[in-house]
C-alpha cells in the first residue's frame, strides 16, 4: 500500500545570498537568524526548524542538528543557531504538519458550535495509536498516547473530550512527529564563519622602510619591531605593511612618481622582484626572513596582528618573468604590457596572464605564496586591487586557502564598480574597502552605510572603512584641517566595526600633489619619510580615546547594528549601536561642518531605550568623560570645530524593553 505524502511548501529560506550560490557570513559568537516561509493547503498546524551542521574544517562534526522555529505573521517562520567554530555551515528549512495539533484545534471549534464529535474521537484516537508508534514503546509518553486513544475509543464523554484537549498531551504529541510528511528546502544554505577580528578590527598602515624616522636612512625589520609599541598605544590591533619584497630596477620610479629615478631612490614596493628574489623574499635593506618573522612575534606579544600586502604582479626584474615567461602575456613584438589603471600607467609593473594556457600552473605557484607567508605567522592579507584580476582566480583561492586556514582573513582594496566589489566579497572576501571614503555629507553617508551595514549586502559585505590611503588624499581632509582629520575617523570608527587609517593622519598630514589632486605631496609610495608624531596639532590622543571606546563597549564592535535617528540639521548626523542582548547601547552625534559650531535637536530612540517620555536617565559623554541626565524624547547638543563628535553610553534603562529594530 503506497504511504501518504507531505505537501508543505518552503520558500524565501533566508539569510541567502544569490539564492544560495554563496555563503553567508557571521562570526564566531553569532546567532545566525533564520527565516522561511512555511505553508501548506488547508489549515493545518505546522512544525518548522531550522537544520544545521558544520562542514569544515575537515575535522568538525558533521552530524545535523536542529532548531526549533516560531511563527511570526503571514506564513513566515522564524529561528536561530548558534556558530561557535571558524570555518563552513551548512543550513536548511524542514517542516510537517503537526496531525495531532491540527485535530485539536479542528475538535475545539467543532465543540464550540455543538457538533456531535463522536466520530472525531476516534479519528484522535487513531492518531495517538500512530503518535505512540513513533515514541519509544516503554517510553512514559507512549504508555499516555496508548491510555487516552482507549479513552476516546469508548466514545465522547467530558472525561474524554478534556483528555483529548490536554494541552499536556498535545505538547507531547508534537515530540513526536510522523516526519515521513515533512519537506525541506530544496539547497542548502552555506554560512561562512570567521573569528571575530574579520568583523571587528581597527588597522593602522605604515612603511617599514620609513621607520628609521630621519628620512634618509632606510628602516628595517628592526626598527619597525621598535616602532610597534607607539601603535599599540594609538590602540590598533592590525598593523598593515605595504609589500616587503625586493623592488625591481627597471623603469624605477622617483619621488612624486617621476619616471627618472635616482640612484638612492628606494622605488615603489609594488614593483616586486629583483635579481634578490620575488613574492617569497624579503627586501634586503629590510632584513631577512628571520627579522621578518621576529617582527610578527613582536606584535603579537603587544596583541597586534600583522597584515601582509598581497600584490600578485611584477618588476620586470621579477624572477618569474625569467623563469616563467609562459605567465606573461607578450606583445607581438616580444615586450610585456606594462599595467594600466587608465588614467594611471605604472611602467614599473607587468601582470601576468592570469587565463593563459598555463595559468594552472601559475595558480598554483600563486597559492603557494599565501601558504609561504601563512608558514612565516601571517594570517591576514591585504589584498592590491582583486577586481583587475579574474573572479574565477580569487574564488578558487580563498576556497583552497580556508579550507586549510579557515583562519586567514583577506582585505579586498577594490575601489570600483559597486557589483564587482559585491561579487569580491561574495566570494570568499573578508572585508572590503568601501566609497566611505567619498562619502561627505550626510544623506549620501546615511545611505551607503545603511546598504552596507544592512541584508541582504551586509549578510556578505563587510566595509572596512578608510579616511585615507597612500593613494589617497581626499579634499575632505585637504581643506578641512584638523577638524576633518577628527570627523572622519570618527565616522569611520563608530560606524564601522572596521576601520583603518594611514601613518600620518594622526599628525593631520594633508598637502596634496596638485590641488585638487588626491595624491599626496612626496609620498610615501616612491621615497622614505620623517616623521614627528610630537609635532603640535597632532590628534594622536583623540584617536587613542576613540580605540579605547570601541574597545569598552562591545556594541560597536558589531557590524549589523548600525541605526540612524533623526538630527534637525543637514550638518550633523546622529546614529546608535547596541548589543543583542540590549546591554550596551552607544548614541553618537558627528558635525560634518569642519569650519563653524553647530547645534542639533536630537530626535531620542526612548522606545528602543525602554525610556518613558517622563522618565529621567543618565548618558555618559565618552570622549569628555561628562555625565548628563536627559528627559524626554529629544536632547540639543552644540558641535563645534574642535570637538565636532559626541559619543554617549545610555547608562539607565529598562533592559527588558530595549529594541532598537523597532525604528527599522
Known amino acids: 500500500m503506497a504511504e501518504r505524502i507531505g505537501s508543505v511548501v518552503i520558500e524565501d529560506v533566508q539569510p541567502s545570498v544569490d539564492g544560495g550560490r554563496h555563503a553567508v557570513k557571521r562570526e564566531v559568537g553569532d546567532e545566525v537568524v533564520v527565516s522561511a516561509d512555511v505553508f501548506k493547503e488547508g489549515h493545518d498546524v505546522l512544525v518548522a526548524v531550522a537544520r544545521w551542521r558544520q562542514v569544515s574544517p575537515a575535522r568538525a562534526h558533521t552530524e545535523w542538528h536542529e532548531s526549533p522555529m516560531r511563527a511570526v505573521g503571514n506564513d513566515r517562520y522564524e529561528g536561530a543557531f548558534p556558530v561557535h567554530v571558524n570555518g563552513r555551515y551548512a543550513f536548511t528549512v524542514e517542516a510537517w504538519p503537526d496531525l495531532f495539533a491540527t485535530w485539536t484545534e479542528e ?101 617599514p622602510r620609513s621607520t628609521a624616522s630621519d628620512g634618509r636612512t632606510h628602516g628595517t625589520f628592526k626598527t619597525a619591531e621598535k616602532f610597534l609599541p607607539y601603535v599599540q598605544s594609538l590602540g590598533f590591533d592590525v598593523v598593515y605593511l605595504p609589500p616587503i619584497h625586493p623592488i625591481g630596477r627597471t623603469a624605477r620610479k622617483g619621488k612624486n612618481n617621476s619616471l627618472s629615478a635616482r640612484p638612492e631612490d628606494p ?56 623563469e616563467h615567461p609562459e605567465w606573461f602575456l607578450h606583445r607581438p613584438d616580444g615586450t610585456i604590457k606594462t599595467a594600466e589603471n587608465p588614467p594611471k600607467r605604472y611602467e614599473d609593473i607587468v601582470n601576468f596572464d592570469w587565463l593563459g594556457p598555463a595559468h594552472e600552473s601559475l595558480w598554483k605557484e600563486l597559492k603557494s605564496v599565501v601558504l609561504h607567508w601563512i608558514d612565516q605567522g601571517v594570517r591576514i592579507f591585504r589584498v592590491d586591487n582583486p577586481h583587475t584580476k579574474p573572479l574565477p ?101 563608530t560606524l564601522s566595526s572596521s576601520y583603518g587609517i594611514y601613518s600620518g593622519y594622526e599628525s593631520c598630514e594633508n598637502a596634496p600633489l596638485t590641488p585638487g589632486k588626491e595624491e599626496y605631496l612626496d609620498s610615501e609610495k616612491y621615497q622614505l619619510v620623517a616623521r614627528d608624531f610630537d609635532r603640535p596639532g597632532n590628534i594622536r590622543g583623540y584617536i587613542a580615546s576613540l580605540n579605547r571606546i570601541r574597545l569598552e563597549n562591545p556594541a560597536l564592535q558589531l557590524y549589523r547594528n548600525l541605526r540612524f535617528f533623526v538630527a534637525h540639521n543637514d550638518r550633523v548626523i546622529f546614529y546608535g549601536k547596541q548589543t543583542p542582548d540590549r546591554t550596551n547601547t552607544i548614541l553618537v552625534a558627528v558635525s560634518l561642518d569642519p569650519f563653524a559650531p553647530q547645534e542639533a535637536v536630537l530626535e531620542i530612540p526612548l522606545a528602543g531605550l525602554g525610556v518613558a517620555e517622563d522618565e529621567v536617565y543618565q548618558v555618559h559623554e565618552l570622549l569628555s568623560d561628562r555625565r548628563m541626565l536627559w528627559q524626554g524624547p529629544t536632547a540639543r547638543v552644540t558641535l563645534t570645530p574642535e570637538d565636532p563628535v559626541a559619543i554617549w553610553a545610555v547608562l539607565r534603562f529598562r533592559k527588558s524593553e530595549i529594541n532598537f529594530d523597532y525604528y527599522d
Open 107 to 207: 475538535l475545539q471549534r467543532k465543540l464550540e458550535v455543538g457538533r456531535d464529535v463522536a466520530s472525531e474521537l476516534l479519528e484522535g484516537a487513531v492518531l495517538l495509536e500512530e503518535t505512540a508508534a513513533h515514541a519509544p514503546a516503554s517510553s512514559a509518553d507512549s504508555l499516555r498516547f496508548r491510555e487516552v486513544a482507549a479513552l476516546l475509543k469508548k466514545g465522547n464523554t467530558p472525561q474524554a473530550i478534556a483528555a483529548a484537549l490536554d494541552p499536556g498531551l498535545r505538547a507531547a504529541a508534537s515530540r513526536h512527529p510522523d516526519r515521513s510528511l515533512a519537506s525541506i528546502a530544496e539547497g542548502e544554505r552555506e554560512i561562512w564563519v570567521d573569528r571575530v577580528r574579520a568583523c571587528f578590527s581597527a588597522w593602522y598602515e605604515f612603511f
Open 267 to 322: 622605488g615603489s614596493p609594488w614593483a616586486i622582484g629583483s635579481r634578490e628574489g620575488g613574492h617569497k623574499s624579503v627586501n634586503p635593506e629590510l632584513g631577512t626572513l628571520e627579522d621578518f618573522r621576529r617582527f610578527v612575534q613582536a606584535a603579537a606579544a603587544l596583541g597586534t596582528e600583522v597584515a601582509l600586502d598581497l600584490a600578485f604582479q611584477c618588476s620586470p626584474d621579477h624572477p618569474y618573468v625569467r
Open 393 to 493: 582566480f580569487w574564488k578558487w583561492l580563498i576556497g583552497e586557502i580556508h579550507e586549510e586556514h579557515p583562519e586567514v582573513i583577506f582585505l579586498s582594496e577594490a575601489f570600483t564598480r559597486p557589483k564587482v566589489m559585491k561579487h569580491l566579497a561574495k566570494i570568499g572576501f573578508s572585508q572590503s574597502y568601501t566609497y566611505f571614503t567619498w562619502r561627505n555629507f550626510k544623506h549620501e553617508i546615511q545611505a551607503y552605510l545603511e546598504e552596507i551595514t544592512q541584508p541582504p549586502v551586509a549578510d556578505y559585505f563587510r566595509g572596512n572603512l578608510w579616511p585615507n590611503t597612500p593613494d589617497i588624499l581626499p579634499e575632505a581632509l585637504q581643506l578641512g584641517g584638523r577638524p576633518a582629520f577628527k570627523i572622519r575617523v570618527a565616522l569611520a570608527a
